[in-house]
């Protein structure tokens, strides 16, 4: 856990230079600066050393604008961590002073120098040397991870993580790295000199039709395909009104006497509400039977029913209209179209089926 701390520490600090203006620049030759870092040893380490701060300084030269290598001195003071003899067989005391030396060759690798923070890679050799020495010198391979800030075009500021390798022991130690470096030679970028433009005449004023709206309907008049729509009206986007049209229709199916059988001439009669109701979802309908006065009440109420639930079953079965959108009701003889029944076909005109729906749809003018 304190591994991660520090290393999230060292490079946050590169974060936190971003309040600095820089030219991101990597000028070529010759850099050298201090660096400070917190080195952990493998919890087996043979150094018999604690965890501690070393500082040091680095050496290098940028190859190209992407490449350099560099050279770093650190010294490290620790403390013995178990009581042991060291090399020359002289009892050590854990917590006594261990001084160790490490020295490193890196190739430093800029992954992107496009803005002033950039990341970059870091692989070379290390090696360890300490007094007391506990155990043979250290050869290692390092690798890190880091970000590097250009605070000026001459100044540096770096950070990274790193893995130390040991070959012999195959020991894996770690480092946070923090560093200031200086370019040798750098110069500023030249002031770029921006001439100001000569001001140009001022041409008259055109006024842009589209920015117009004659009848004053909300739509600009290169969009209004309809330029004189009273003003108020409720208007689409093309500048048409918005009307409101009454739609309806009627059904009427008559039957035979004493009978519930939709004959087939009415079919097509069924089938026009049947289109009509598809072609506007949100409409219902009452379907209404009714008898002509021969019969009792009560005979006349159920095949009034039964003639209703016929036309309803077509509507349904052979249309497909949900049946949750109708309703089937018988009135029996009491609603009669012809009142004084003389004629069979007064009688005729009362054995029927009705109904009316009505719906109101939105249509934009002209279309």
């Known amino acids: ?68 290598i560099e050279a770093n001195y650190s010294r490290l003071g620790s403390e013995i961590t178990n009581s042991l003899l060291d090399n020359d067989r002289i009892p050590r005391g854990a917590g006594q002073d261990l001084d ?28 360890f040397e300490q007094d007391p020495q506990f155990g043979d010198d250290d050869d290692m391979i390092n690798a890190g991870l880091g970000m590097r800030y250009a605070l000026t075009p001459a100044m540096l500021l770096r950070a990274d993580a790193r893995a130390f390798y040991n070959f012999d022991n195959e020991e894996v130690d770690y480092a946070a790295n923090l560093g200031v470096f200086y370019a040798f030679g750098a110069k500023a970028p030249a002031p770029v000199i921006v001439k100001e433009p000569e001001p140009e005449p001022e041409q008259p004023t055109e006024v842009d039709p589209c920015t117009l ?105 052979e249309y497909q209209i949900n049946p949750s959108r109708l309703r089937a009701v018988g009135y029996g003889e009491a609603q009669p179209l012809v009142s004084s029944e003389v004629t069979e076909e007064d009688y005729q005109m009362n054995r029927r089926v009705i109904a009316r729906i009505e719906t109101v749809v939105k249509e934009v003018e002209g279309q």
């Open 1 to 68: 856990m304190i591994k991660h701390k520090i290393t999230s520490i060292a490079i946050g600090a590169t974060l936190l230079a971003g309040s600095v203006t820089a030219n991101a620049a990597t000028p070529t030759g010759f850099y050298a600066g201090p660096t400070v870092g917190y080195f952990f040893f493998d919890d087996e380490t043979s150094n018999n050393a604690e965890d501690g701060v070393y500082y040091g300084l680095g050496l290098g030269y940028q190859i190209s604008k992407n490449f350099a």
């Open 100 to 127: 160790l030396d490490m020295f490193r060759v890196d190739g430093i690798f800029n992954l992107d120098l496009n803005s002033p923070l950039s990341p970059y890679l870091a692989i070379g050799y290390a090696r």
């Open 213 to 317: 709206d004659d009848d004053g309907d909300g739509v600009n008049n290169c969009d209004d395909k309809c330029s004189d729509t009273p003003a108020g009206s409720n208007v689409e986007t093309t500048g048409c009104r918005i009307l409101e049209i009454p739609k309806e229709i009627e059904l009427k199916v008559l039957f035979d006497y004493d009978k519930a059988i939709v004959k087939p001439e009415y079919y097509e009669e069924i089938k026009q509400v049947a289109d009509f109701m598809a072609k506007y979802p949100s409409t219902s309908t009452e379907i209404q039977g009714h008898t002509d006065s021969r019969g009792s009440d009560s005979y006349n109420q159920d095949l009034s029913q039964q003639r209703a639930d016929a036309v309803l079953e077509v509507l349904v079965n």
